[in-house]
């Protein structure tokens, strides 16, 4: 099966738990990670409600790293969907390549939330992202900021 086949149903993003002390607690979200894939949970996708946006570029690496690692232990071979979205065409990029480069499937770019960009500003950036990696991308529009 191509790995594309299994994006046929419906993407719900994953949780990212914390320690009290605000930093990702692995052991539950490695628990957390396996209990989506035993379900049948395709893909495993690290998305906005997985607090993507309030994550340093080192957590956000670790929750790739470790979606990654669990979806290989566990022999089902998930589609791993990244999180990849930023205000910052740059930094979206940046995290396209890291995810690429540590094993994801596709990426998940949000439109930039911030500025409220006008579609040619949107369809530029999501182009730049797109043409810089060779992974698939989804794109993940807010209709409050997009317009549609």
Known sequence: MNKLEKL??????????????????????RKFI????????????????GESATLSHEEHHDAMDIAIDEGKKSGKDPFILAGCG??????????????????????????????KPVQHSLIDHFST?????????ILYNVPSRTGR
């Open 8 to 29: 046929n149903n419906v993407i719900t993003a994953m949780i990212t738990p914390f320690t009290e002390d605000f930093i990702i607690d692995e052991e539950e979200y």
């Open 34 to 49: 396996r209990f989506q894939i035993d379900n049948g949970c395709q893909p495993l996708t690290m998305g906005t409600t």
């Open 86 to 115: 930023s205000n910052s065409t740059k930094e979206a990029i940046s995290l396209c390549h890291y995810a690429e480069n540590a094993g994801a499937d596709g990426c998940l770019v949000v439109v930039p939330y911030y500025n």
């Open 129 to 137: 992202v797109a043409d810089s990696i060779s992974l698939p991308i």
